[in-house]
């Protein structure tokens, strides 16, 4: 009796939770030097098996542009594996789980280290899987913990969540383009908005094609991850477009759903620069499909 209790309280007690602590999880590294912390969390995850691609300095650009008291902040971003392109077509809002970002931060004093809680995107996302790539990504992320659980002070918990409704991505199709015209253009029309493009990751080249813009605003960034250093675990932000049906499919994280989500953590400028962020992909969007 008790136990049928429980799972029916169980989604209440979740959502009643600090979203923070239900979608990232955080740990307090034993490096007391950033660099050497993010030195440890790069070995961590190469120890795992887990490539690190790239490592986002992102304190460093947003210093260059002035602001010298902002925070150290980098992000490691990695997590290939054989089989993305299959899942990430089969369920693309994946892509904001793999390839995976680990967000590494000073925060009173110390040297943290975030990645979102993976059971979040599956829970909503994985009955598009089988259930060997549910566990492959699954296992993805059990490394990850392991890595940083191995150079940190504390274990840290990882929350199960029930599925939401809510959508955590935005789509839109988009028709009368092919895949490789509308992606030029919606390059070109998200530059033009400031979401500046780092890389495209091209995940599957042939039909149905499959890419990955990462995506960049510094001025975004330096407002965001002052509340929310969580947030980083996003970034750079995933804006994915793949062929189905004859068509092309774009998407995002959901970020209206974020701000409800994050809305007790941002001031109303910071709340501010989340809308401000979505008008832009929307716009760049609109402008690429020539509306």
Not at 237 to 251: P, Q
Request: proline share 4%; with cysteine; glycine share 6%.
């Amino acid at each position: 009796m008790l136990k049928l209790v429980f799972l029916l309280l169980f989604p209440l007690l979740v959502f009643a939770m600090d979203p923070l602590r239900l979608m990232y999880i955080t740990y307090e590294l034993r490096e007391r030097d950033f660099k050497s912390g993010v030195e440890a969390v790069r070995k961590g995850m190469e120890a795992q098996g887990l490539k690190v691609l790239r490592t986002l300095t992102i304190s460093d650009a947003i210093r260059a542009r002035g602001n010298q008291a902002f925070r150290n902040y980098y992000v490691v971003f990695g997590c290939e594996f054989e089989g993305m392109d299959r899942v990430l077509l089969k369920a693309p809002a994946l892509s904001n789980l793999v390839p995976c970002s680990v967000a590494v931060y000073e925060e009173g004093g110390r040297v943290k280290a975030t990645v979102v809680n993976h059971r979040l995107f599956l829970t909503r996302y994985g009955e598009k899987l089988t259930p060997t790539e549910r566990r492959n990504i699954a296992h993805i992320y059990r490394r990850l913990h392991f890595a940083l659980s191995d150079i940190s002070t504390t274990k840290a918990p990882i929350p199960r969540v029930p599925p939401m409704r809510a959508e955590l991505v935005h789509e839109e199709v988009v028709e009368g383009l092919d895949f490789d015209t509308f992606k030029t253009l919606y390059k070109t029309s998200l530059d033009g908005v400031n979401m500046n493009i780092l890389d495209i990751m091209d995940i599957r080249k042939e039909s149905p094609k499959f890419s990955l813009f990462l995506a960049c605003n510094l001025s975004y960034g330096e407002a965001i991850l002052q509340d929310v250093p969580q947030f980083g675990t996003l970034a750079p932000c995933r804006i994915y477009l793949y062929e189905k049906e004859g068509k092309v499919v774009t998407g995002y994280i959901n970020i209206p759903l974020l701000l409800k989500l994050y809305r007790k953590h941002l001031g109303k400028d910071k709340a501010e620069v989340f809308r401000k962020a979505d008008k832009d992909i929307k716009q760049a969007l609109k402008e690429a499909k020539g509306e």
